[in-house]
């Protein structure tokens, strides 16, 4: 049985002072799931954890994410998160430190129940 995205959303989240991509990254993912609510699962009565879950977080040092911490975040579903080259530093002109800005996508995707359900009329 193939799949079906049912959402894509989007976060920003930042660490001023720290430098910590990884808080960044969280922060950009509980951006964005505060922006979302999937009742679909409950209404069709599918087991969320059916659900997998697929993150990217964009950077400017990608290595410097912890990516299985970013995954402990998310509270539904089966979580996988990957780090890629993106985000923003802007640079504290009086520490010369760099403030961390981090990008966050998540896509939702569920098994494509079409076959199970026919319209009638």
């Given at each position: 049985m193939g799949e079906k995205r049912?959402?894509?959303e989007m976060g920003t989240g930042n660490d001023l002072y720290g430098q910590d991509y990884t808080k960044a990254a969280r922060r950009?993912?509980?951006d964005a799931l505060h922006h979302s609510s999937i009742t679909l699962f409950a209404k069709l009565g599918v087991?969320?954890?059916?659900?997998?879950?697929a993150?990217?977080?964009?950077?400017?040092q990608p290595e410097l994410v912890d990516c299985d911490l970013v995954a402990r975040d998310l509270p539904r579903g089966c979580a996988s998160v990957r780090a890629v080259k993106?985000?923003?530093d802007v640079a504290d002109a009086g520490s010369g430190s760099p403030h961390v800005i981090a990008t966050a996508a998540i896509e939702a995707w569920m098994p494509d129940l079409a076959p199970h359900y026919k319209l009638s009329s």
């Open positions: 049912i959402i894509l950009a993912v509980q087991d969320h954890s059916k659900m997998r879950v993150v990217t977080i964009a950077v400017q993106g985000g923003l």
